[in-house]
């Protein structure tokens, strides 16, 4: 008597399939880890460029209703300026110039961000800068 024996088909993936499937999951992440990076970096930077300007417009606004410069950033708070969150100045320093002239020199930096920007208002103009 001769037994038949039939094929059994089992339905799923070899480990091969599973692995080259890992594999590429792996090189897709690894390509956009760091853009991810850079652009959190990019949109942070953008953050803290934006709050100078608007300082700077803040600045002016206290200048008008006061008649002088606010002296510390506690005094720009004051008058209702808001830093977008993770964003702080890291210098407010109101300068006076041998012509007597006021200056402001301000630094902001994000939290998450290596970047640190600068103004010197209205010395420089408004050119937000890189601080090196």
């Known amino acids: 008597m001769r037994v038949c ?26 390509l956009a880890i760091p853009n991810y990076s850079a652009s959190r970096i990019a949109a942070d930077d953008a953050t803290s460029k934006s709050d100078l300007r608007n300082a700077i417009t803040s600045i002016e606004f206290y200048h008008v209703r006061n008649g002088t410069y606010p002296a510390t950033s506690s005094d720009l708070f004051s008058s209702g300026f808001n830093l ?47 601080r090196d």
Do not use: C, R
Request: aromatic share 6%; glycine share 6%.
């Open 5 to 30: 024996e039939k094929a059994i088909k089992v339905k799923g993936f070899s480990l091969i399939e599973l692995l080259l499937v890992v594999a590429v999951i792996v090189v897709l992440a690894a």
């Open 84 to 130: 977008s969150p993770g964003v702080s100045f890291t210098k407010y320093d109101l300068q006076t110039e041998s012509d007597g002239s006021k200056n402001i020199h301000m630094h902001v930096q994000h939290a998450d961000s290596p970047n640190a920007w600068h103004v010197n208002y209205p010395k420089e103009g408004t050119e937000v800068e890189i």
